[in-house]
C-alpha cells in the first residue's frame, strides 16, 4: 500500500493527478496482486520451504529498487508516444509496478502454505494471516501518507521498503540454514 | 432495534449535509458532486460565489457582483493583476485554473489581441463558469480541460510559449502538490518567452511559505511578492528574464489605471508593494517532485 501511494506520486509528474492516474495505479496493483496470487498458490505445491520463501522476498527487493532509476526514463517513454493520460498512466503503471506487486502477491498464499499444519486450522491460519498483512497494509498507508512524505524524499522510501524485504529474505534463507545445522 | 446506531448515524449524515454552509440569507442555485470536489453555487444579497466542498468555512473560489461584474470582488484577483505591471502587453497567456473564469474574462477584455489558454482540470467547473459566471471561451480564449502539468509538459514537447502564465490552480482546501515543486516551475519558466513572466496566487501563512518561497527563489532566482495585510494570500510575480525597475512598474501603474478602474484594481498601489525581499526562512528545503508534502505544510504553523 505503500508503494501504491507513492505509485500515485510517482507518476504525477507526467501524467497529473486527476481521477484516472487512481484509477490506473489501483487497477494494476489489484490485477498484479490477483496473479500474484495466483501463482504464489501455484509455488507453494513444489516442495515448499522457508529458504524459497525468503528468496520470493529477495526477488521483490531486487525488483523494487529499479523502480527509483527507471521511473523517470519509462515515463519519457511513454509520455512521448501516448497522447492521452488516461491510458498514458495506465502503460507507465504496467511498465513499473506490475513485476514487483505480483511478486509481492506470491508472498501471502505462500505463508499460508508454510504455516498450516493441520487442515483444521487452515482457516485460522489464513484467518490471522489475512489479519496481519491487511493490518500492516493499513499502518503502511497510514505513515507513509500522513509522515514519511514529510520526512523523507521519495525514493527514500522505495528504497527503504526494498531495503526490509532483503532484510525478510535474508532472515528467511539464514533461519532456514540454522535449522538445518541444528 | 438493532439497527438503532446505524438509523442515528444516517440522520447525522442527513443533518450535516442539510445544514451545510449556508447561511439564512443565501440562495444554492447549484449543487453538484463533480469527479474533484462537491460544486456550490450560491447567490449572497450582494454577490453570486462559487465554493467548493460543503463542511463549514468553505472558502469561495470565485464571485461575482450581478449589478457590476467587472468588480473583482476579491483581493487576490485583484491583485494577480499586478502580473501586467512586470508584462504590460501579454500576447499570449496561459491560465492554470478556471473558477468563476474571473481572470481570462478580464484579461481577454483588457488585452483585444491576446489568445488565452485556459487549463482546468474539472469539466464541471468549466460547465459552471460558463453557465454562472458568464464565461465565454472563444477562439481568443480557449479552455483544456487537463491536469495543468500534463498541460504545460506537452505545450513543451510541442514548442509553445507564453508571455504571461497564471497559476491559479491553489484552491484553499487542496493544493496539486505536484504543481508546487521546482521541477514544474522550471517547466513553466521554459514556457516563457524571454521577456515572459509567471503570477500565482498561493499562500501567505503556514510554513508551506517558506518552502514555496524557497523553491521560487531556487527557479527564478529574485522574485516579487505581493502582499496585503488584510488577505491570506499572496501573489507571487517571478520573471524569465531580470526583474523591471521599481520605476517601470510605476510607469506601467500609471498607464493601466484608467481600464483598471472598473475592475476596483488598485494597481498604483502595488509597486510599493511588490517585495523582493527575503523574508521567509531560506533554510528551509525547495519543494521537488521528490519532496513535496504541500498539504502536510499547510497545515502546520
Redesign the interface.
Known amino acids: 500500500m505503500s508503494l501504491e501511494l507513492l505509485g500515485g506520486r510517482i507518476l504525477a509528474p507526467w501524467f497529473g493527478s486527476s481521477i484516472y492516474v487512481w484509477g490506473s495505479i489501483i487497477t494494476v496493483f489489484m490485477l498484479s496482486l490477483s496473479v500474484g496470487y495466483f501463482i504464489g498458490g501455484r509455488l507453494s505445491l513444489r516442495t515448499p520451504s522457508l529458504a524459497k520463501f525468503g528468496c520470493l522476498f529477495l526477488v521483490a527487493a531486487v525488483i523494487l529498487v529499479p523502480i527509483v532509476y527507471l521511473a523517470e526514463p519509462v515515463m519519457v517513454w511513454v509520455f512521448e508516444r501516448i497522447e492521452d493520460p488516461r491510458y498514458g498512466s495506465l502503460a507507465a503503471s504496467l511498465a513499473l509496478f506490475v513485476a514487483p506487486t505480483v511478486v509481492l502477491g506470491t508472498i501471502s498464499p505462500y505463508s499460508v502454505r508454510l504455516l498450516v499444519r493441520h487442515k483444521e486450522e487452515s482457516g485460522k491460519v489464513a484467518g490471522t494471516l489475512y489479519f496481519v498483512s491487511t493490518l500492516g497494509s493499513a499502518l503502511g498507508t497510514l505513515a507513509t501518507s500522513f509522515y514519511f512524505v514529510l520526512w523523507f524524499e521519495m525514493n527514500t522510501i522505495v528504497a527503504v521498503l526494498g531495503g526490509i524485504l532483503l532484510l525478510l529474505g535474508a532472515l528467511g534463507v539464514v533461519c532456514r540454514r540454522l535449522d538445518r545445522h541444528a | 432495534m438493532h439497527n438503532a446506531p446505524a438509523v442515528a448515524i444516517v440522520i447525522l449524515l442527513v443533518g450535516a449535509v442539510a445544514s451545510g454552509p449556508v447561511a439564512a440569507d443565501q440562495q444554492v442555485l447549484l449543487r453538484e458532486q463533480s469527479?474533484?470536489h462537491t460544486i456550490l453555487v450560491v447567490a449572497e444579497p450582494t454577490r453570486r460565489c462559487l465554493k467548493f466542498s460543503v463542511r463549514d468555512g468553505t472558502r469561495n473560489q470565485s464571485c461575482v457582483d450581478p449589478h457590476d461584474p467587472k468588480r473583482m470582488v476579491f483581493g487576490y484577483t485583484r491583485m494577480m493583476m499586478a502580473a501586467l505591471l512586470v508584462v504590460p502587453e501579454p500576447q499570449t497567456v496561459l491560465v492554470a485554473g478556471l473558477g468563476g473564469g474571473t481572470l481570462p474574462t478580464a484579461l481577454a477584455a483588457l488585452l483585444p489581441d491576446v489568445r488565452i489558454d485556459v487549463v482546468e482540470?474539472d469539466p464541471a467547473v468549466v460547465k459552471v463558469a460558463r453557465t454562472y459566471f458568464d464565461f465565454q471561451d472563444s477562439e481568443r480564449v480557449r479552455v483544456h480541460v487537463?491536469?495543468?502539468?500534463?498541460f504545460v509538459?506537452?505545450a513543451l514537447?510541442q514548442g509553445r510559449q507564453y508571455d504571461l502564465v497564471i497559476l491559479d490552480a491553489y484552491s484553499g482546501d487542496y493544493i496539486?502538490?505536484?504543481l508546487m515543486?521546482g521541477?514544474?516551475l522550471e517547466e513553466t519558466r521554459k514556457l516563457l518567452t524571454p521577456d515572459g513572466a509567471v503570477a500565482a496566487n498561493t499562500f501567505a501563512t503556514s510554513q508551506l511559505y517558506d518552502y514555496e518561497s524557497e523553491t521560487y527563489r531556487l527557479v527564478f532566482g529574485q522574485f516579487f511578492n505581493l502582499r496585503v495585510r488584510t488577505s491570506n494570500n499572496r501573489v507571487i510575480v517571478a520573471t524569465n528574464g531580470p526583474l523591471p525597475s521599481r520605476e517601470t512598474l510605476r510607469a506601467n501603474s500609471r498607464a493601466w489605471r484608467p481600464a483598471l478602474g472598473a475592475y476596483d484594481v488598485p494597481i498604483t498601489s502595488y509597486p510599493r508593494r511588490m517585495s523582493t525581499k527575503v523574508d521567509w526562512d531560506h533554510t528551509k528545503r525547495a519543494l521537488?517532485?521528490?519532496?513535496?508534502?504541500a498539504n502536510?505544510?499547510k497545515g502546520s504553523r
Open positions: 469527479l474533484y482540470i487537463q491536469d495543468a502539468r500534463v509538459k506537452r514537447q496539486p502538490e505536484h515543486t521541477e514544474f521537488t517532485d521528490q519532496y513535496s508534502p502536510l505544510l
